[in-house]
């Protein structure tokens, strides 16, 4: 989505609000000791003293820049707002001011297309899954915060990420943005579905947006779920290790788009809608 000219100019200013040390050691004085909404209040003295400041005139001035927005005072002090906390794990999970090196990595994977060997690359905050042989498939690319490598091999990043992937487009399609909790519209590209076309998910505030095969945003659906656990799809597998489906479209008007899963044990047949909600689960 592309921003308009209100919300651009409430991104400015949100962001011009940090344009302080005084403040930053204020949000940061108030984070120390978050704990959710248990978060004990400063005072208005203990905050001052955590801050190390002695003018009284230069600190209220900074405080009241930030109450409200990123401050809220309570009854017994000052606690953090949502706002201040999102944006500081945002910095913890993304960590922008340090750089991360990964060379590109084997995985314990394999390409749906050709079986070949996958691999693991990691750029702009992206982790891709690739073939290293052809380029039949397009591969898989999601979104994966720097702090998520710490402690994890290059098969459980890309497990991670496929995990996180699931979710978040599971809920997008749901109607619920993963990031911003906004809107979200689901687009079906009806004349192109059966040349491998993908389907987009787009928030109708935020920058979110995803295009994917159409099995993928069912996958958290329990019907859909249960239908392919009983023909033997195992759903601890990333999304690329699973069953391509044939699919098809069985009416325009209404909207009805088949899906045909099959596994060892059976075929599943789903349908859904132009906003992917399931309308039927079949297993034969």
Not at 66 to 72: N, P, Q, T
Not at 159 to 167: E, L, S, V
Not at 214 to 231: H, K, T
Request: with cysteine; charged share 25%.
């Amino acid at each position: 989505m592309e921003p308009d000219d209100r919300t651009e100019a409430a991104v400015r200013e949100a962001f011009s609000l940090l344009d302080h040390e005084i403040r930053l050691e204020i949000l940061l004085a108030l984070l120390e000791d978050w704990h959710a909404v248990y978060t004990a209040p400063k005072s208005y003295a203990e905050l001052m003293d955590a801050v190390g400041m002695r003018d009284s005139g230069k600190f209220n001035y900074h405080l009241d820049k930030l109450r409200g927005v990123y401050v809220r005072q309570v009854e017994d002090g000052y606690v953090p707002t949502a706002s201040v906390t999102a944006l500081y794990r945002a910095v913890l999970a993304h960590r922008p001011t340090e750089s991360l090196e990964y060379e590109p990595t084997a995985i314990d994977s394999t390409c749906p297309r050709c079986d070949s060997a996958a691999i693991l690359r990691y750029d702009r905050g992206f982790v891709s899954v690739e073939c290293t042989a052809c380029d039949d498939w397009p591969g898989f690319t999601y979104p994966f915060p720097k702090n998520g490598f710490a402690g994890r091999s290059a098969r459980a990043v890309a497990r991670a990420t496929a995990r996180r992937a699931r979710y978040h487009i599971g809920l997008a399609r749901d109607g619920q943005c993963p990031f911003c909790a906004g809107t979200t519209t689901v687009d079906v590209p009806l004349d192109d579905i059966a040349d491998d076309t993908p389907v987009e998910i787009a928030c109708d505030t935020c920058t979110f947006l995803v295009g994917v095969e159409p099995l993928s945003p069912l996958l958290f659906e329990d019907r859909v779920a249960s239908a392919l656990g009983d023909i033997g799809v195992d759903l601890e597998r990333p999304d690329w290790e699973l069953p391509t489906p044939t699919t098809w479209v069985e009416s325009r008007d209404p909207v009805r788009l088949a899906l045909e899963v099959e596994d060892e044990a059976g075929t599943a047949t789903i349908v859904v809608d132009e906003a992917l909600a399931v309308r039927s689960v079949a297993v034969d």
